[in-house]
């Protein structure tokens, strides 16, 4: 890093784009630099432990590396420091108070999975027709497949991508057991048709099977 100012804005410009697909080119655009700089700082701040990317799920493995990957930050109070929020209540009402949501929720699975002593293998899953599912990990026979809402109250539109989720297995004729859960900005946490939904007070219960 050679211009530790336009290294600084480029910082920023991450956090502005947590929880959402990596496009090289408009984010080297919007810093100043070219596409490989963008490349080059993306890996040291990686290597540095304040971005994850998340690669984007595929039955075909080879396939994982051809899809835009996620960029998350480890740490949302960096985030929010980066984008000048400074109060719960700027928070609250800040038009990227979902992407930091989601970003603290994989941050949080991104530690269980390393404090149990198993690398940190994250996916997401987003199809141009429209269905999306903002984590899936594969442990074994099981895929957990999480959907993060920051929203206080449960709507039914929360649960929508599960069904969706579970035909695509079954015509990839993979026979993983799903377990499906919705993460959201509430405090109750209880089991419903489709899936576990989870206060945000139990993150920590997301990879495991029963409330």
Not at 22 to 40: C, P, R, Y
Not at 101 to 112: G, I, T
Not at 142 to 170: N, Y
Not at 183 to 209: C, F, N
Request: net charge positive; proline share 3%.
């Amino acid at each position: 890093v050679g211009d530790l100012l336009t290294f600084s804005s480029f910082l920023k410009l991450c956090a502005g784009r947590t929880a959402q697909e990596i496009n090289l080119s408009s984010l080297g655009s919007d810093a100043g630099v070219s596409h490989n700089t963008a490349k080059s700082w993306l890996s040291i701040l990686e290597a540095s432990y304040i971005i994850h990317r998340i690669p984007a799920w595929h039955v075909n493995i080879r396939k994982q590396i051809v899809k835009a990957p996620k960029l998350h930050f480890l740490d949302t109070g960096l985030v929010c420091y980066l984008l000048q929020i400074r109060e719960p209540g700027q928070l609250r009402l800040h038009p990227l108070r979902g992407a930091i949501f989601e970003s603290w929720v994989v941050s949080e699975l991104y530690k269980a999975l390393a404090h149990q002593g198993e690398q940190p293998i994250l996916h997401h899953y987003r199809e141009s027709r429209g269905l999306e599912m903002d984590v899936l990990i594969q442990r074994g026979d099981c895929l957990h497949a999480v959907e993060v809402k920051s929203a206080a109250t449960a709507a039914p539109d929360f649960f929508k991508g599960f069904e969706q989720i579970a035909g695509r297995m079954q015509t990839a004729g993979l026979s993983l057991r799903l377990d499906n859960v919705v993460v959201y900005g509430g405090e109750t946490s209880h089991q419903r048709s489709m899936a576990r939904l989870l206060g945000w007070r139990d993150v920590g219960k997301i990879l495991r099977q029963a409330l």
